[in-house]
Each structure stands twice: as C-alpha cells, then as structure tokens.
C-alpha cells in the first residue's frame, strides 16, 4: 500500500494528534491542521521528537471562521496537490450556546459546516488522486434528531444535543458524498471514548488514552483501503449500523439543501 499524502483537522492535540503520530509512524506524509501558530508548532515538534519523522507540513485555519476554511482548502490544493486523504476531525463541545462571527452557533459551524466547506474545495483534487475523506463522527449521533427549524439550537438549545446532532450530521453528509453521479469515496467512525478535553467538557467520564483514538483512525483508514469501502459508518474498525435518521434519503435531501444555502457564496 502507498503511503498516504493527507491532512488531519484538529491535529494540534487529542484524537488528531495521537493520528498524526500514528501515521508519521507508519511513514504516511501528514499535513498538520490547527488554528493557532503556537501549537501548531508544539504539535510539529511533539511529532518530531515522538516519531523521528517530520510531517510534510502544517497549515493554519479558525473554523469558526469560514472564509478561512476556503482559503485553507485552496492552499491544501495548491501546495500539497498530491492529497489523497482527509481526515475531518476537529470538533469543539461547547456548555454555553455562542455564535461565530458569520452568525452560525459555533458547534453547527466548527464541527460540520466547515468541513462541508473545506471537503469541497479539496473534493477535485482528492477525485483526481483516487483519494477519499474520512468523517470524524459519534455514537451519540444515534440521540439526535433532524429538525430543520432547530438546527442550531434557534428553538431550544443544549450542549449535548448540538454536539450529538453535528455528528449526525457529519455522517449524513457522509452518505451523501458516497453516493450519486460523481461520488467521493467517504466514510465515518466513532474512536471511542476518549479522554480528550472535548470529553471532559462534555461527560464526566475517564475514557481511553488518547492514543486509542489515533489507532481507531489509523486502522479504520487501513480497512477502508483494504476492503474498498465506501459510505460505511465504522465502530471498533468494522463497519456498524448508524441511525435511522441518518439513513433518511428525504432528510439528507433537505440537510444538503440547506448547507447548500448556507455556502452558497463559496459557489457551493
């Protein structure tokens, strides 16, 4: 198998990083993603020194900011035109509801709007290579509901349930860029539960170490490019069920409507 060239969001700590290391490890060229020069740079370095081998680079990006998000995919493609993975795994857990500057409460827009974003400006470049996007998703997906009216928290608002529904959302878009004319080869996963600081925001819970979740993203890409799999939502490696929601064609049919509304202006 070819090593392969790809981008991980969120790969400054957590679940992006333990993967950051796990494929540096196994020689794959991995491009580092985060929104702060300083840690980027910490995470460059933690690289470096847990590995011994240097990531092909690292780039710049605030999701709540979406006209980064486009330049950020556009310097992906300019600069490292032979990506053929992307792993979209940033993700906040928010306790109290907030707006990003554009107006989008900032879990709709951090966790799912702006990797729709970021997944279609890359989305040529990864067709032209053969490549494929991996969607960072949740077994909490399966509590949430889609609500068109209530997609960001407009009527009633929690941090569970806008963190629960991004990751629904994350594998409805899945199926989605699965599928049609010109699919994109795309998968999700849940990595488990991990002791990240999303965790501790979010649940009082311990969790894995955070190398789990490296190794989760790391062996679930090796069983999607072993077995060729396309559109399957993935637990403990192996391919699962997702809900019932997510697998509603009228749902994802609206959902991707409105996302379309929402990106028009990047000509999406």
Known sequence: MK??????????????????????????????HGRDPF?????????????GTEPLGAIEADFTDLDA????????????????????NAAVYMPVRTLVPEGYETTFCVNYLAHVLLTNVVRPVLLTNGGSVLNVSSVDHHSAVFDPSNMQGERSWSGYDAYAQSKLFNIMFTLDSASGDNPLRSNSLDPGVIATKLLHAGWSLGGDDVSQGGEEVYGTVMEIARGGC?????????????????GDPWARKELAELTGMMLKRFGF
Do not use: Q
């Open 3 to 32: 090593p392969f060239t790809l981008c991980i969001t969120g790969s400054t700590d957590g679940i992006g990083l333990a993967a950051a290391k796990r494929f540096a490890t196994a020689g794959h060229r991995v491009i580092v």
């Open 39 to 51: 840690r980027i740079s910490n995470a460059v370095s933690e690289i470096v020194r847990s590995t």
């Open 69 to 88: 998000v486009h330049a950020m995919g556009r310097e992906l493609c300019k600069r490292w035109y032979s990506i053929d993975l992307l792993v979209n």
């Open 230 to 246: 396309n559109g399957e939502y993935f637990e403990n490696l192996r391919p699962a069920r997702h809900s019932s929601v997510a």
